[in-house]
Structure formats: C-alpha cells, structure tokens
C-alpha cells in the first residue's frame, strides 16, 4: 500500500522568502516520488521526480525537493518564492510506476 | 514539448446521460491514465492502461465506467449513466516506458452533471 501526506492545506509566504512544502510518504517498497503543481482551471504539471537516482532532485522553475528515506519524507523548497509560484501543489507517490496516489495538496500564497 | 490534449475541455449533461471524455496521448507513450479531482479535493486514480487493456482500476472505476482506445491514438473514458457525483475534473495522463515514471498529464475536461 501507499499513501502520501502534505502537512498544512495552505501555506503562505512573502516574495522573496523560502518557500518549503513537506511531504511524508508510506510505502511498502523503494517509492517513486513526484511533485506536480496545478495552477487555476489548469492541469497538472510535472515540477520534479524522485527516481531512486540522486536523492537531492532539482526540477523547473527553482524548485528542488530532497528524498529522506529515514524521515519517509519528500518536502519540496524554493530559496526565493516569485508571485507566480502562487498555486496549488501536490506530493504523489507511486510503487512501480503505475498508478500515483496523491496528497490532498498544499496552495500556496505568495505575499506581496 | 509534445503534450496530452482533451477535449473537451467543459461538459455539461443531464442525470442519467452518458458520456465519452476524449484525450490524444503522447504518440510514443505506452502507458496511459485516467484521474479525477472533484471540486476542492484530491487527485484520484481512475484506472490505468497498457497494452490495450485495463491494468489497474480504483474502486470508484465501477461497471458504469469504461475506457477504450479504439483507432490507436484517442484514450477515451465512457461513463455510461452519469450521477450528480460524477462532476469532477478528469484527468487524463500517459507516459513513456523507461526510467521516466513522471507522467504527462492534460488539462482536463470539466464535467458538470445536472
């Protein structure tokens, strides 16, 4: 089995300052680890991917996220959140690259 | 950069109607999904495709669902009598077999059931 956690529906940050969304996983085996973010009437898009490869992920638009295996942890970082980053973000978590199952996701608000 | 393509993007249908929701995947992707995402809560999995046949599906995939990729590039998701719960967002996604598990997902079709 397999399930995804994102601690705090809503986060919310000034321009500028880190933005930090966290994600614990439980899996049974080694997960695959994906973060998407979905922006308003949009679908979901691919930010970065965890797959058993280096555990310090870097995807687009700044965004990084480190696997924790100890912590079964996946939490997603940006040094300096920008206006656009404003949206809704969801931690999936998949065990042999089939199905995902998601996070009930994280929105966030980035503060003038 | 290739993409997932629905259509159509809002559907309106009465109680009781049926439904086809169209996506065109990725030409080289093998591997392809259908998830929902009811109004303010999560991405659910619907049922996965490989090798034209269902692979896996979720508990909400009931016998009013099907899916179906009849002319090798259109996925389409049928929902036979629609319920007033049905109207989601649904997503469709597919990806390419190989180390690259992220998949590639549309931008949804809105169904709203009345």
């Known amino acids: 089995a397999q399930s995804v956690t994102q601690l705090g529906s809503h986060v919310s940050v000034s321009e500028g300052a880190l933005v930090l969304l966290r994600c614990n996983y439980s899996?049974?085996?080694?997960?695959?680890l994906f973060w998407y973010v979905q922006y308003p009437n949009q679908g979901l898009q691919l930010l970065l991917k965890?797959?058993?490869?280096?555990?310090l992920v870097k995807g687009i638009n700044g965004f990084e996220a480190e696997f924790k295996k100890s912590e079964t942890s996946f939490h997603l970082t940006k040094p300096s959140a920008h206006m656009s980053d404003a949206a809704e973000y969801f931690c999936?978590?998949?065990?042999?690259?089939?199905?995902?199952?998601f996070g009930d996701g994280t929105t966030l608000t980035v503060k003038p | 950069e290739p993409e997932v393509t629905q259509t159509p993007s809002h559907q309106v249908t009465q109680m009781g109607q049926e439904v086809i929701l169209r996506c065109v995947p990725i030409?080289?992707?093998?591997?392809f999904y259908w998830y929902r995402q009811i109004l303010g809560q999560k991405v659910e999995f619907l049922v996965s495709?490989?090798?034209?046949?269902?692979?896996?599906k979720s508990e909400i995939f009931d016998d009013q669902f099907s899916v179906e990729r009849p002319d090798g590039s259109n996925f389409t998701l049928k929902i036979r009598s629609t319920k007033l719960e049905d109207s989601a967002m649904y997503f469709c996604?597919?990806?390419?077999?190989?180390?690259?598990?992220?998949?590639?997902f549309g931008s949804g079709t809105r169904l709203t059931v009345v």
């Open positions: 996604a597919s990806r390419r077999e190989g180390v690259d598990y992220g998949y590639t």
């Open positions: 899996s049974s085996v080694p997960p695959y």
């Open positions: 965890y797959t058993s490869a280096a555990t």
């Open positions: 999936a978590v998949s065990l042999n690259a089939g199905k995902s199952t």
């Open positions: 030409s080289n992707h093998l591997y």
């Open positions: 495709f490989y090798n034209n046949e269902i692979s896996e």
